[in-house]
């Protein structure tokens, strides 16, 4: 089975940087998601990790150490349409496909 | 293309009734995955089908609900009969099948169905 934790909630003000903490364990690894889910939205890639260290897309990076369970998602300079749940997924390699197990996201407010 | 396509986008039934979800994958993608999300729950993953056939339905949440796959362009999930617990965003995802570690395969999702059952 799989056990994924990260925040419920995280507040931070425009322009500011910010960084969401996912800790996963699995019995087995084949890489980790990041989603983006606006209100009422359906959720959206952000980014994917399966090697360890950073990968940088624009405002966002994301960060995994497997040997420690962890990632993180870092968001820069903050704009006000950056308010939305974050949502951590792991594919576990011992299944027979492309199943994902998601954490409970993060929702996150950028304020003015 | 036009990616996942989910119908209704709302449905308002009252308990007891029958309501069934529909479900267009893109074109060329393998994998399809339905999920339920609840304040409460989260996104949950109720069953998924590989290449038309169910792999995985371990997340169904009881006999009430079943999903079907007839060819690579569509998918239904039922429930028969409704309770108001049900009521939740019903999403439809599609991907390719995993490949190497380097390729993302990333899961696409339809714009969801939101359920209300009275």
């Known amino acids: 089975g799989q056990n994924i934790d990260q925040p419920t909630e995280m507040t931070a003000t425009e322009g500011a940087i910010v960084q969401i903490n996912c800790t996963y364990q699995?019995?087995?690894?084949?890489?980790l998601f990041w989603y983006q889910q606006h209100a009422g939205e359906a959720p959206t890639f952000l980014s994917y990790?399966?090697?360890?260290g950073l990968e940088e897309k624009g405002r966002f990076s994301s960060f995994l150490s497997r040997s420690k369970g962890y990632s993180y998602l870092l968001l820069k300079e903050l704009q006000m349409k950056d308010s939305a749940s974050y949502l951590c997924a792991v594919r576990d390699s011992n299944n027979a496909g492309n199943m994902l197990t998601f954490g409970g996201g993060t929702r996150l407010m950028v304020k003015p | 293309d036009a990616g996942v396509i989910q119908s209704p986008r709302h449905e308002v039934t009252e308990m007891g009734q029958e309501v069934t979800l529909r479900c267009k994958p893109i074109s060329g993608h393998d994998y399809l995955f339905w999920y339920r999300q609840t304040m409460m729950r989260g996104l949950e993953l109720l069953i998924y089908?590989?290449?038309?056939?169910?792999?995985?339905d371990s997340g169904m949440p009881e006999d009430r609900f079943s999903a079907k796959m007839p060819n690579a362009s569509f998918s239904t999930l039922k429930i028969q009969p409704s309770e108001p617990r049900d009521s939740a965003v019903y999403f439809c995802?599609?991907?390719?099948?995993?490949?190497?570690?380097?390729?993302?395969?990333?899961?696409?999702f339809g714009p969801g169905t939101r359920l209300t059952v009275l």
């Open positions: 990790n399966v090697l360890d």
């Open positions: 089908f590989n290449n038309n056939v169910p792999i995985d």
């Open positions: 995802a599609s991907s390719r099948t995993s490949g190497p570690l380097s390729s993302y395969n990333e899961q696409f």
């Open positions: 699995t019995s087995g690894f084949n890489g």
